[in-house]
Nanobody
């Protein structure tokens, strides 16, 4: 059974930092792109960041560029999201996702491009 489990969420003041982890189990994702998405109350799920299979290609939403960094450790089957300079508008449930197969080129920024999803972890940024 494939599982993606996020951790590292919580409450932080504006300007603070958090690091999210997403540990995969049930299969290896070392040849798959992985991504982070978020969903705020009353809003659609939106793309945050994604990374290709070997970490050589990343992409970010404009709203987080320069503040968030995605990385991965294939030996641990884990992807990370380092979030710095957090803002109240970053408040949301953050989801980890993984593609179902190897893809060439930049990782997808669309939810439909991902087959596996975690349960999500809440990030709340207070002003």
């Amino acid at each position: 059974q494939v599982q993606l489990v996020e951790s590292g969420g919580g409450l932080v003041q504006a300007g603070g930092s958090l690091r999210l982890s997403c540990a995969a189990s049930g299969r290896t994702f070392s040849t798959n792109a992985m991504g982070w998405f978020r969903q705020a109350p009353g809003k659609e799920r939106e793309f945050v960041a994604a990374i290709n299979w070997n970490g050589g290609n990343t992409r970010y939403a404009d709203s987080v560029k320069g503040r968030f960094t995605i990385s991965r450790d294939n030996a641990k089957n884990t992807v990370y999201l380092q979030m710095n300079s957090l803002k109240p508008e970053d408040t949301a449930v953050y989801y980890c996702a993984a593609t179902n197969s190897f893809t060439i080129g930049p990782p997808s920024n669309a939810p439909s491009g991902y087959a596996y999803w975690g349960q999500g972890t809440q990030i709340t940024v207070s002003s």
